[in-house]
């Protein structure tokens, strides 16, 4: 069982550009969640996805967005990139739609913004 | 002020100590309390997570949760240098969305 994979791992980015950055959950898995981890802060929820939809959204400007795959697998992208924007960014999956609090986290994205 | 502080630590303790870490939090709609390790430049990995009230252990791990305190821990027994990490408190409403604190920060000297 592979987990949760992301890509890329590192990635460094100018402002105003754009970035996509991909999850694909653990097998058996159907819910993907996308959190953006600040240094030295805990996880920030920016939204989850099920059935292909925006199930749930945190406190995130429209310029984060994202899609959800039929096989799971889930997109996030970021518009306008802005420095405050440089963070980890994780992928969280889990099943039930959400409802199963055993969630796993990949590895993360670690963006940078110069 | 948010909703999950966590005691930022960090926290330096000798090989075989028990530890203690500790979150409150202020919203009494949060039902499932979770606890996370993290490793440097890693992804956090789930440790535990209770429902409600009450006491949950595993292997040299305690989670305790009082909803009337708001205040959740986690205790490790004997604990290891593999065990320094970063450790985060999270919970949920079960509506998918976790709110997690800022972590505390370990390190087990040998």
């Known amino acids: 069982d592979a987990g949760v994979t992301q890509s890329p791992t590192h990635l460094i980015k100018t402002r105003g550009q754009q970035v996509t950055l991909r999850c694909s959950p653990k097998?058996?898995?159907?819910?993907v969640s996308w959190y953006q981890q600040a240094l030295g802060q805990g996880p920030q929820f920016i939204f989850q996805y099920y059935e292909e939809e925006e199930r749930q959204r945190g406190n995130f400007p429209d310029r984060f967005s994202g899609h959800q795959f039929p096989n799971y697998s889930s997109e996030l992208n970021v518009n306008a990139l802005l420095l405050g924007d440089s963070a980890l960014y994780l992928c969280?999956?889990?099943?039930?739609?959400?409802?199963?609090?055993?969630?796993?986290f990949g590895q993360g994205t670690r963006l940078t913004v110069v | 002020q948010k909703e999950v502080e966590q005691d930022p630590g960090p926290l330096s303790v000798p090989e075989g100590a028990i530890v203690s870490l500790n979150c409150t939090y202020s919203n009494s709609a949060f039902q499932y309390f979770m606890w996370y390790r993290q490793y440097s430049r890693k992804g956090p990995e789930l440790l535990m997570y209770t429902y409600s009230s009450g006491n949950k252990e595993d292997g040299r791990f305690t989670a305790q949760v009082d909803k009337s305190s708001k205040y959740i821990s986690l205790f490790i027994r004997d604990s290891q240098p593999s065990d320094s990490a970063t450790y985060l408190c999270?919970?949920?409403?079960?509506?998918?969305?976790?709110?997690f604190g800022d972590g505390t920060t370990l390190t087990v000297k040998p």
């Open positions: 097998s058996g898995h159907d819910t």
């Open positions: 999270a919970m949920n409403t079960n509506a998918g969305k976790s709110t």
């Open positions: 969280a999956s889990s099943s039930s739609g959400g409802r199963n609090t055993e969630a796993f």
